[in-house]
Each structure stands twice: as structure tokens, then as C-alpha cells.
């Protein structure tokens, strides 16, 4: 089976660190040049910059996902850089815990934590989808990859703002992969379980507490960006132009537990 991206252009939110830049040096690695878009341009930067050292073609650009405008203007980025956008990883998301909240029950959360957990998961998919699918309908070209959780199935308990629109996710790649699947476009959707990465440090978690997630996956372990990464790259290759609509956990069995 062919993984490789030889010439294909990808954008991948969230680029700057944890599965996002995972995702975007397996695809430079893969042959694909890649747009690192991320809220952390300097961050971002470090990953185009590790890109280069590899040969590869690549530019960071600055761009919140939640907001259209600044979406707009990171498409327009890529194709004034590579004149094209085969693939669209949309891998930012995250919970309100990740902003220094405490584990809050469903009962004690506000609507304003339920807009921004919409927001930051959902809506910002929806918003990067809505800025390339006219291109890639207009070249009868694309991969969209979105990243969702094994909460939007397992659900976790103090966070069921973050599960729900996890879940959303997969609603959203199941209906558009039939809307698009005419124009030869696929969205297929993974399932992270626990992922060591640093938005999951952020979470100050005991050391104990990652362990006990690892015990809880079937094979006694998290799961690494790469481990992500790698399924990336196959939903964006040749390989796997006949799959659609799916959705793909990759989390030792954490969801079956
Ligand atoms: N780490 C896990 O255990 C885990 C498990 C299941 C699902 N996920 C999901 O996987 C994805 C990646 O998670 P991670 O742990 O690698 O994340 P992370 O927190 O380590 O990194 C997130 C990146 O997104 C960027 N970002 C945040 N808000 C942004 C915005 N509004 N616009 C643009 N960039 C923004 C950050 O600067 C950062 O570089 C997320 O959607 C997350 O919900 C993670």
C-alpha cells in the first residue's frame, strides 16, 4: 500500500505541538508539503522550521480556528504558498479543564462552558471545512481528517461539554462525507484515546492518574502523538480513497472498556 503524500499539499490546524505536529512531520516526512496553522505562531514556526531541515516545503501561519476571518485568511495563506489544499486536518479542540478549570460535573458547568467547548471542537471544524470544501469540490480533490475523542462515545465523567461535541464531530463526518462523496472528497474521522501529549500535561494529572489510564486501555499503555499520526497518514493517502465517513479510534481499546 502506497502512504506516500509525494506533491500533495496538507493544512493541519493545531500544528504547534501534540498530535498536530505529530501529524504535520509525518505528512512532510510522507512527501506533502504542509501548512502549520496553529494560535501559537512561534511555536508553529519551530515545526516549519524542523520541516525545512528535512527538505520539505513548509509555512507557519497564525490563525484562531474559531474565528472565520483569521480561517479565511490562512486558506488564502496555503494557496498563495502552494496553490492548492489536498488535505485538512482539523485537530484543535480541547476541553475547559485545559484552561486551568478544575474537573466540573455537568451540573456546576455554565453555557459558557458549553459555548467554548462547541466552539473550540465543533464549530471551528465546521468553520477550516467550510473554508476549502469549495476548492476541492472545484478540483474534484480531498481529504478531510477531523480529530474527535473516544469520550464522544465512552463519555468521561466532568466532561460532558467536551464529550458532546466530540460527538458532534462524528455526526458532522458522517453527513458531509454524503454530501461530498460525489466530488471524489472523503471525511473520515479518529478517535484519540488518552494521548500523551502537552495539552494532556497541562492537565497536571498525578502520575498515578497516567497510569491508571494506560492500565485502562487494553494494551497497558497511552497513546503517543504517532500513534495518531500514523492513522492520519494512511486516511489521507492513496490507500484509503474507498473509505468515507468513518470513524477510527485509535486507543488501545479504551473505548470498549
Ligand atoms: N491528548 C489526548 O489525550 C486527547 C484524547 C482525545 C482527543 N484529543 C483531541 O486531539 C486533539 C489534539 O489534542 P492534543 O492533546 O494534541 O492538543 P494540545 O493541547 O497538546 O495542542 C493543541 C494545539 O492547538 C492549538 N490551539 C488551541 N486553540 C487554538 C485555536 N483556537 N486556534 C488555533 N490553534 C489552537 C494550541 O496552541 C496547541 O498547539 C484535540 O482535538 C483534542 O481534543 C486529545
Not at 500533495?8 to 505528512?27: D, S
Not at 496555503?78 to 486536518?89: M, N, Q
Not at 462515545?153 to 462525507?177: E, H, P, Q, R, W
Request: aromatic fraction near 4%; charged fraction near 20%; proline fraction near 3%.
Amino acid at each position: 500500500m502506497n502512504l506516500n503524500l509525494d506533491g500533495k499539499v496538507a493544512v493541519v490546524t493545531g500544528a504547534a505541538q501534540g498530535m498536530g505536529r505529530a501529524i504535520a512531520l509525518t505528512f512532510i516526512k510522507g512527501g506533502a508539503s504542509v501548512v502549520a496553522a496553529d494560535i501559537d505562531l512561534e511555536a508553529a514556526k519551530l515545526v516549519a522550521e524542523e520541516a525545512k531541515a528535512l527538505g520539505a516545503q513548509a509555512i507557519a501561519v497564525r490563525a484562531d480556528v474559531t474565528k472565520s476571518e483569521q480561517v479565511a485568511e490562512m486558506v488564502k495563506s496555503a494557496l498563495e504558498g502552494f496553490g492548492k489544499v489536498d488535505i485538512l486536518v482539523n485537530v484543535v479542540g480541547g476541553s475547559g479543564r485545559l484552561k486551568g478549570r478544575k474537573l466540573y460535573l455537568f451540573r456546576e458547568s455554565t453555557e459558557e462552558d458549553w459555548d467554548s467547548a462547541i466552539s473550540l471542537n465543533l464549530k471551528a471544524t465546521m468553520i477550516c471545512t467550510k473554508a476549502v470544501l469549495d476548492h476541492m469540490i472545484e478540483r474534484k480533490n480531498g481529504r478531510i481528517i477531523n480529530i474527535s475523542s473516544v469520550s464522544a462515545l465512552a463519555g468521561n465523567i466532568g466532561m460532558v461539554d467536551y464529550s458532546a461535541a466530540k460527538a458532534g464531530v462524528i455526526g458532522f463526518t458522517v453527513a458531509l462525507a454524503k454530501e461530498v462523496g460525489p466530488y471524489n472528497i472523503t471525511v473520515n474521522c479518529i478517535l484519540p484515546g488518552p494521548t500523551e501529549t502537552p495539552g494532556m500535561k497541562e492537565l497536571n494529572l498525578p502520575p498515578e492518574s497516567l497510569e491508571e489510564m494506560g492500565r485502562r486501555t487494553y494494551l497497558g499503555r497511552v497513546g503517543k502523538p504517532e500513534d495518531i499520526a500514523n492513522m492520519a497518514i494512511f486516511l489521507a493517502s492513496d490507500g484509503a480513497s474507498f473509505i468515507t465517513g468513518q470513524s477510527y479510534a485509535v486507543c488501545g481499546a479504551r473505548n470498549l472498556a
